[in-house]
């Protein structure tokens, strides 16, 4: 039977990506939205390009909703094996102009949602001596990022939360891992005007952006057998733009 892997936020660039690739690699994947109406045509592009993704709306940042698509998956699915937590948005400004409510919106989004999902996931992944959790972070919250205190504060966050529940499963047979990718050549990034990307670019010391294929690759290596020895990790993957 093909194990079951959750990718939260799993629609944009880098998670259709990592959709993708975990369906290649033989798991029966399943994704979150949102917005209600972006999902239709999302599974039928992807479906077009032989691809059978599953899509549950979810409010990522109310816990009772988390708990609602859990029931859900494990009676829809099965037992979830693998857990992607790559929800995020941003809602950039300086400190002295940051609003309490985008303060809030982006630790929600991008930070409890990681308590949220994982929580109604990882007793199981324990019980059956198998499971990995990868915690999608960034860059910016390895270093930091001029008008961005709330995103960088959340996906930090991140890896703190990987660090603690590594060693709390370790021993029961589940990983617990954080990806800080870089800057990365999705649909969002490739709308920013060519002269303000020619001088991020100008940053990054292999001088290219990141494909989403990449970041997916490193997911399925952290999500199969061979990465059992593998826990608690903070991976970049940024070009050589930072290392820690």
Same mark, same amino acid.
């Given at each position: 039977?093909?194990?079951?892997?959750?990718?939260?936020?799993?629609?944009?660039?880098?998670?259709?990506?990592?959709?993708?690739?975990?369906?290649?690699?033989?798991?029966?994947?399943?994704?979150?939205?949102?917005?209600?109406?972006?999902?239709?045509?999302?599974?039928?592009?992807?479906?077009?390009?032989?691809?059978?993704?599953?899509?549950?709306?979810?409010?990522? *940042?109310? #816990? &009772? +909703?988390?708990? /609602?698509?859990?029931?859900?998956?494990?009676?829809? $699915?099965? =037992?979830?094996?693998?857990?992607?937590?790559?929800?995020?948005?941003?809602?950039?400004?300086?400190?002295?102009?940051?609003?309490?409510?985008?303060?809030?919106?982006?630790?929600?989004?991008?930070?409890?949602?990681?308590?949220?999902?994982?929580?109604?996931?990882?007793?199981?992944?324990?019980?059956?001596?198998?499971?990995?959790?990868?915690?999608?972070?960034?860059?910016?919250?390895?270093?930091?990022?001029?008008?961005? *205190?709330? #995103? &960088? +504060?959340?996906? /930090?966050?991140?890896?703190?939360?990987?660090?603690? $529940?590594? =060693?709390?499963?370790?021993?029961?047979?589940?990983?617990?891992?954080?990806?800080?990718?870089?800057?990365?050549?999705?649909?969002?990034?490739?709308?920013?005007?060519?002269?303000?990307?020619?001088?991020?670019?100008?940053?990054?010391?292999?001088?290219?952006?990141?494909?989403?294929?990449?970041?997916?690759?490193?997911?399925?290596?952290?999500?199969?057998?061979?990465?059992?020895?593998?826990?608690?990790?903070?991976?970049?993957?940024?070009?050589?733009?930072?290392?820690?």
């Amino acid at each position: 039977m093909a194990k079951v892997a959750l990718v939260t936020g799993g629609m944009g660039g880098i998670g259709t990506a990592i959709c993708r690739k975990l369906a290649d690699d033989g798991f029966k994947v399943v994704t979150t939205y949102s917005k209600p109406g972006k999902e239709t045509s999302w599974l039928s592009d992807n479906q077009a390009a032989g691809y059978h993704f599953h899509a549950y709306e979810c409010d990522v *940042t109310d #816990y &009772s +909703a988390c708990a /609602a698509l859990a029931e859900k998956i494990n009676s829809e $699915l099965g =037992q979830v094996d693998v857990l992607v937590n790559n929800a995020g948005i941003t809602r950039d400004a300086s400190f002295k102009k940051l609003s309490k409510t985008d303060w809030d919106m982006v630790i929600g989004t991008n930070l409890n949602s990681v308590f949220n999902i994982s929580k109604h996931f990882v007793d199981g992944m324990a019980d059956r001596g198998w499971g990995r959790v990868i915690n999608i972070s960034s860059i910016n919250g390895q270093k930091g990022q001029f008008g961005q *205190t709330n #995103y &960088s +504060a959340a996906k /930090a966050g991140m890896h703190g939360f990987s660090m603690a $529940l590594a =060693q709390e499963v370790a021993k029961k047979g589940v990983t617990v891992n954080t990806v800080s990718p870089g800057y990365i050549a999705t649909e969002m990034v490739m709308a920013v005007p060519e002269d303000v990307r020619n001088k991020i670019i100008a940053n990054i010391p292999v001088a290219r952006l990141g494909l989403p294929e990449e970041i997916a690759g490193l997911i399925s290596y952290l999500a199969s057998d061979l990465a059992g020895f593998m826990t608690g990790a903070n991976l970049a993957i940024n070009g050589g733009q930072h290392t820690c």
